[in-house]
């Protein structure tokens, strides 16, 4: 069974940083891709960054130049280093897993805060 689960949410002062990490398990299947969507209250779910097993990133506009997407692909671990961080980030982070022949994962969600 595949499972997907993240660390690394809290709360933190705008400007500051947090790194979040995903790692997924239960599969023999090769990774197509790893990243990371987030769910502000009562918007729907949005793409954060993707990055694939050949190491191509994607990245929303509002959070470029702030957020950086690395992978570890022997752990099948992502990784999102979030600098600069400002209180419309606020949201859960929902980390996405593609395996091949089995399809879309999706972890249990961690929550960023950015308040003062």
């Known amino acids: 069974q595949v499972q997907v689960v993240e660390s690394g949410g809290g709360l933190?002062?705008?400007?500051?940083?947090?790194?979040?990490s995903c790692a997924a398990s239960g599969s023999r299947n090769s990774i197509v891709r790893m990243g990371w969507?987030?769910?502000?209250?009562g918007n729907?779910?949005?793409?954060?960054?993707?990055?694939?097993?050949?190491?191509?990133?994607?990245y929303a506009d509002s959070v470029k130049g702030r957020f950086t997407i690395s992978r570890d692909n022997a752990k099948n671990t992502v990784f999102l280093q979030m600098n600069s961080l400002k209180p419309e980030d606020t949201a859960v982070y929902y980390c996405t897993v593609l395996i091949t022949l089995q399809g879309n994962y999706w972890g249990q969600g961690t929550?960023?805060?950015?308040?003062s």
Do not use: E, H
């Not at 969507?37 to 209250?41: F, I, K, L, N, V």
């Open 44 to 58: 729907q779910r949005d793409l954060v960054a993707i990055i694939t097993s050949g190491g191509l990133r994607n």
């Open 111 to 115: 929550q960023v805060t950015v308040s």
């Open 37 to 41: 969507y987030r769910q502000a209250p």
């Open 12 to 20: 933190v002062q705008p400007g500051g940083s947090l790194r979040l």
